[in-house]
């Protein structure tokens, strides 16, 4: 019953929280990501996500439709076994994100994580365990792409799969499903871009540009890695990122004071290398970063990374990274700045920095991005809906809209009228 499947949510929740130092570390020695950070988002968050959709379950409203004549009452049904495929960077956040509403809607799951920070998924496995759970309804594969991934993907049985990961891997999914029709939801990469306007408090404008690159050492789908600033405040604001980027403090990640870690991957800090190294080569100009701290030759780190760009045939503007590496450049006029901003195959988040309500407005509605944040960047809330366009992906994370990622809607029409059903040949 739907209540049970509430309180298994509760019960999932407080586990959680009961481990989260332990959930904090592992993620940290798993991604690199500093300790104060895991325990903020990925432990906290995880945390929330459990209880937000053991809330809903009690609150779902019926759906009915009185009509002359009739009653049409909408009944929600579980797709059955739900493929939940997560990548690195989130590893318990992003599972949690899935796992709670394909069981609260009644579905068995299968979950996949990425290879290489596998030890929250685990930690996941034995706390629904303990918290009651039946045997079969949340279940844990390990491997690679190639083989356990296409495995879920393909199988029959398999009526719905989520996936959040990259584009190219996301083809591959969308191609092996071509047999078993099984709906999909991808959330995939982007190249988000933030807008600072010459009327943009330039203090928080900075602020989320930080955020947006060289938070969690930029390795999130959502960094705002391509910064368009209107040109009559460009200079000033180059100025603040690079004293910024100056005083971030690297290191350990179990360090309390660090702010940025190592990357995830050493192919990931030797790709950064070689596309900062292309993007100079092609005329951008290195402000600071661009390369290995010094002391710090020995581990998978690099330094937060701003490139000025003369336009967007520069190669920094155009791959995403998953690495501290912002792309900064001109635009003169808020119609530039849009065609600037969604001159890109992906859509999933924006930023817009302006103290003009109206203008804030015209370009969140202009901007092609499935989020767009005014004066701030990287709010996420299990209560609203993520997702993006273009190769950014389709389907939904979170809020109301992915129950509809986990059920099939069946109609069901009751006639009212005390008359039979009149002339068969006529359509009511």
Not at 253 to 272: C, I, N
Not at 350 to 365: I, Q
Not at 409 to 428: D, E, G, H, I, L
Request: charged share 20%.
């Amino acid at each position: 019953p739907l209540e049970e499947r509430a309180r298994s949510l509760d019960r999932i929740a407080n586990a959680l929280e009961a481990r989260s130092d332990e959930i904090a570390e592992l993620e940290s020695r798993d991604t690199g990501k500093p300790l104060a950070l895991a325990r903020a988002v990925d432990a906290a968050r995880s945390v929330l996500n459990f209880r937000f959709f053991a809330e809903l379950g009690r609150e779902l409203p019926d759906e009915q439709y009185k009509m002359e004549d009739a009653l049409n009452i909408v009944v929600r049904k579980p797709v059955g076994v739900a493929g939940l495929i997560t990548p690195w960077n989130l590893p318990l956040y992003l599972l949690s994100w899935k796992v709670a509403p394909a069981i609260l809607m009644g579905n068995a799951v299968v979950c996949k994580p990425s290879r290489l920070t596998p030890l929250t998924a685990n930690l996941l496995a034995e706390v629904v365990t303990d918290a009651g759970l039946p045997a079969g309804v949340v279940n844990l594969v390990h491997g690679s792409g190639s083989a356990c991934g296409n495995a879920l993907v393909e199988h029959p049985a398999v009526g719905a799969i989520s996936f959040t990961g990259g584009t190219e891997a996301a083809r591959h999914v969308v191609a092996n499903t071509a047999n078993n029709f099984a709906h999909l939801s991808l959330e995939l990469g982007g190249k988000s871009p933030i807008l600072v306007f010459d009327d943009a408090d330039l203090e928080g404008a900075v602020n989320g540009a930080v955020a947006g690159n060289f938070g969690a050492s930029g390795q999130s789908c959502v960094a705002g890695s391509r910064v368009f600033v209107q040109s009559g405040i460009y200079a000033d604001f180059i100025d603040a990122v690079v004293q910024r980027a100056e005083q971030v403090r690297i290191g350990d990640p179990l360090e309390a004071d660090t702010q940025m870690g190592p990357l995830a991957t050493q192919a990931q800090r030797d790709r950064a290398e070689e596309v900062v190294a292309e993007s100079v080569a092609q005329g951008a100009t290195l402000h600071t970063g661009g390369g290995r701290p010094p002391g710090l030759e020995a581990g998978w780190y690099f330094q937060p990374t701003l490139l000025g760009c003369p336009d967007q045939s520069i190669r920094s503007t155009q791959v995403e990274l998953f690495a501290p590496v912002m792309s900064a450049l001109k635009f003169e006029t808020e119609e530039e700045g849009i065609a600037l901003a969604n001159d890109t195959v992906f859509g999933l988040g924006a930023g817009v920095f302006t103290e003009n309500l109206a203008r804030a407005h015209r370009v969140a509605a202009a901007v092609h991005s499935g989020i767009v944040w005014i004066n701030t960047y990287r709010a996420i809330s299990p209560i609203s809906p993520f997702g993006g366009y273009g190769q950014s992906g389709y389907g939904r994370e979170a809020g109301l809209d992915v129950i509809q990622e986990f059920t099939r809607t069946k109609a069901v029409w009751v006639n009212t009228s005390s008359a039979p059903m009149a002339n068969p040949f006529v359509m009511r």
